[in-house]
């Protein structure tokens, strides 16, 4: 049986749209990712190993402002 668990990473903001964390066993998805995303990460001790995909709801500044070389 495959556990998993779902994790707000960043919460709704004036700037920015909640990032949402689904960890399974053996992978790791994310859903928006904005502009806090990497500091928000790195405060909560949570890290990118095993992430298998990132999922945009929508492809503008509040959900992607968080990927590199943006």
């Not at 992978?27 to 904005?34: D, L, S, T």
């Given at each position: 049986?495959?556990?998993?668990?779902?994790?707000?990473?960043?919460?709704?903001?004036?700037?920015?749209?909640?990032?949402v964390l689904i960890t399974f066993d053996g992978?790791?998805?994310?859903?928006?990712?904005?502009e806090n995303t990497n500091r928000a990460f790195c405060q909560s001790q949570q890290n990118f190993r095993n992430m298998r995909g990132v999922f945009l709801t929508q492809v503008d500044s509040q959900r992607a402002?968080?990927?590199?070389?943006k």
């Open positions: 049986m495959q556990t998993w668990s779902t994790t707000v990473v960043t919460p709704l903001s004036y700037d920015t749209d909640p990032a992978a790791k998805y994310i859903f928006n990712v904005g402002g968080g990927l590199g070389g």
